[in-house]
T-cell receptor
Framework: AQRVTQPEKLLSVFKGAPVELKCNYSYSGSPELFWYVQYSRQRLQLLLRHISRESIKGFTADLNKGETSFHLKKPFAQEEDSAMYYCALRGRSGAGSYQLTFGKGTKLSVIP | GAVVSQHPSWVICKSGTSVKIECRSLDFQATTMFWYRQFPKQSLMLMATSNEGSKATYEQGVEKDKFLINHASLTLSTLTVTSAHPEDSSFYIC??????????FGPGTRLTVL
């Protein structure tokens, strides 16, 4: 079974402070990890994926297979980063098809 | 970027009635669409995978006869909640698969069953 754990429901940081949103996963195969973001009153949208190894809006995430983690980081938080962040793992579902399994999400609040 | 729409955005219905929710990919074709359910302050839970031209595959614990899915075209999938009850009240979100691995999400439909 695949599982994604985001231990923090809420994370508050001051503007300009570093941000780290934690994500741990459990999956028997080779995982594909994603971070999705949902801004207030907007739809869920892809922020970044581990295979791209890219930086989006200043955010980066490194897959650490040894620690089964995919933490999201940004060196200097901005007010516009305030949103709900979901970590997701793409793997085979119980029905046999590929699916995204989401963590419970972390609400990031950046204090001006 | 790719756009996925849902209609309606919110619906209120009486207990025992059926409600249909549409999910459309507006600028790309999607052979696969997904239906999720999200309870307040909780994560998205996959309900079923909808494949164009074939039967949907449901996740464990999801009643096929309760949540009817039809994916009749490459741009449209529908979810019908049959004989809705208050416990079916939730936020239903669809996503469409573009290519092989990128999902684009709809804005969601809030269902309230009285």
């Amino acid at each position: 079974a695949q599982r994604v754990t985001q231990p923090e429901k809420l994370l508050s940081v001051f503007k300009g402070a570093p941000v780290e949103l934690k994500c741990n996963y459990s999956y028997s195969g080779s995982p594909e990890l994603f971070w999705y973001v949902q801004y207030s009153r907007q739809r869920l949208q892809l922020l970044l994926r581990h295979i791209s190894r890219e930086s989006i809006k200043g955010f980066t995430a490194d897959l650490n297979k040894g620690e089964t983690s995919f933490h999201l980081k940004k060196p200097f938080a901005q007010e516009e980063d305030s949103a709900m962040y979901y970590c997701a793992l793409r793997g085979r579902s119980g029905a046999g098809s590929y699916q995204l399994t989401f963590g419970k999400g972390t609400k990031l609040s950046v204090i001006p | 970027g790719a756009v996925v729409s849902q209609h309606p955005s919110w619906v209120i219905c009486k207990s025992g009635t059926s409600v249909k929710i549409e999910c459309r990919s507006l600028d790309f074709q999607a052979t696969t669409m997904f239906w999720y359910r999200q309870f307040p302050k909780q994560s998205l839970m996959l309900m079923a995978t909808s494949n164009e031209g074939s039967k949907a595959t449901y996740e464990q614990g999801v009643e096929k006869d309760k949540f009817l899915i039809n994916h009749a075209s490459l741009t449209l999938s529908t979810l019908t909640v049959t004989s809705a009850h208050p416990e079916d009240s939730s936020f239903y979100i669809c996503s469409a698969l573009r290519g092989t691995d990128t999902q684009y999400f709809g804005p969601g439909t809030r269902l309230t069953v009285l």
